[in-house]
């Protein structure tokens, strides 16, 4: 079949993430059985406006602030010449609102809506763009199938009244020929608290950081790695300043793939404060290099973190609560051990093949009738 998709980048622009990921691994999946695959995106800084990756066509319009109005008419004109069979739409933004210019099947990818959190990240007039834009998503996509990467995502969509029977949770996979136990990379020799992703104000990284004088009174020698860049970046590190922990705090900014493997592999804990995610992909990467997780227990997280057998999950935004679950898992070896051989078992069941198979199960119903 012919397959026309749309997501805000792909994974050449220098500002991919987990999104592009998701969408590149099951739309790569589609080309190596045989169907042909277009996917829209914005373009960027020396991208090219033709590309080709893994077997999917790219074209570039737009820049990743103009995208969503340059993209319809793009969309438009391409299924007049090419009379696509079906159009998969990666909602993780703001919606493209496909159904209302394309008489075609839609399949509507979501890892997560923001809601009201969108607040807790940007100005008042633009979270305020994002929340309404997602409010007419039921009505538009009432004729649409939905392949969520999360129960707590399932439940979410199905408040805002898309049928339940439209809606599918399909796992995300992960890389586990990156990501996997190295009995040559020991742990650190100082107990070592780690935080992966983007420094965004919405991620609340800021709780693990006023956790921290409590663990390191508790535990004394524990030091925190935050392993990532973003834009509030500055503020944080003033916090520590302020918090009297500065010399605990290491902020390494932007790694490679392979620094941050072995962070992971290497730390004792991962910490994922954020309020709210799609799956938190970050907890099973970790828990596959036998790290366990403690995490904000909250829609999405709770879904990559069995609370009590991978890791520990604590009321978002409490710190207290926080540092009493790190102190509790840096110095009980035996309960690490045990949630660390748990993670690494349960990591092992995410696959993108099995991903994109179940993908394809229901854009095959969806062309065929089913």
Request: glycine share 8%; aromatic share 10%; hydrophobic share 40%.
């Amino acid at each position: 079949m012919k397959i026309l998709a749309v997501n805000w980048m792909d994974m050449a622009n220098p500002q991919a993430g987990g999104a592009e990921v998701h969408i590149t691994e099951i739309l790569s999946r589609f080309v190596e059985r045989g169907d042909e695959v277009t996917l829209v995106t914005s373009d960027f800084r020396g991208g090219a406006r033709y590309d080709e990756f893994r077997g999917i066509n790219i074209i570039r319009a737009g820049t990743r602030e103009t995208f969503n109005f340059a993209a319809p008419a793009v969309l438009r004109k391409l299924d007049d010449t090419f009379n696509y069979d079906l159009v998969v739409e990666d909602i993780n933004k703001v919606p493209f609102f496909t159904p209302l210019y394309l008489r075609k099947p839609v399949l509507a990818v979501i890892p997560h809506l923001f809601g009201e959190t969108v607040y807790r990240e940007t100005n008042f007039f633009f979270a305020s763009y994002v929340y309404l834009m997602e409010k007419p998503i039921p009505l538009v996509y009432r004729h649409a199938c939905f392949a969520v990467i999360s129960e707590s995502t399932a439940r979410d969509i199905v408040r805002r009244g898309i049928s339940p029977d439209r809606v599918r949770v399909v796992f995300c996979g992960m890389d586990h020929a990156t990501y996997h136990l190295d009995p040559g990379a020991p742990a650190f020799d100082r107990p070592t608290v780690l935080y992966v992703g983007r420094i965004k104000r919405y991620k609340s990284v800021d709780v693990i950081l006023r956790a921290m004088p409590e663990v390191i009174t508790r535990v004394p020698g524990t030091r925190l790695a935050v392993v990532g860049a973003g834009d509030t970046l500055d503020d944080l590190k003033r916090l520590a300043n302020r918090l009297g922990i500065a010399d605990r705090v290491l902020f390494t900014g932007f790694v490679t793939t392979e620094e941050k493997v072995d962070w992971m592999r290497r730390s004792h804990v991962i910490v994922n404060p954020s309020p709210r995610e799609g799956w938190g992909l970050t907890n099973i990467e970790a828990g596959a290099c036998g790290t366990p997780a403690v995490a904000s227990d909250v829609d999405g997280l709770r879904d990559s973190v069995r609370d009590g057998v991978t890791g520990l999950l604590f009321p978002y935004g409490d710190h207290r609560a926080l540092a009493e679950r790190l102190v509790r898992l840096l110095l009980d070896d035996p309960l690490r051990n045990e949630m660390s051989l748990n993670a690494v078992e349960w990591a092992r069941t995410f696959t993108w093949e099995n991903a994109a198979r179940e993908t394809m199960e229901i854009v095959d119903g969806m062309v065929g009738g089913g």
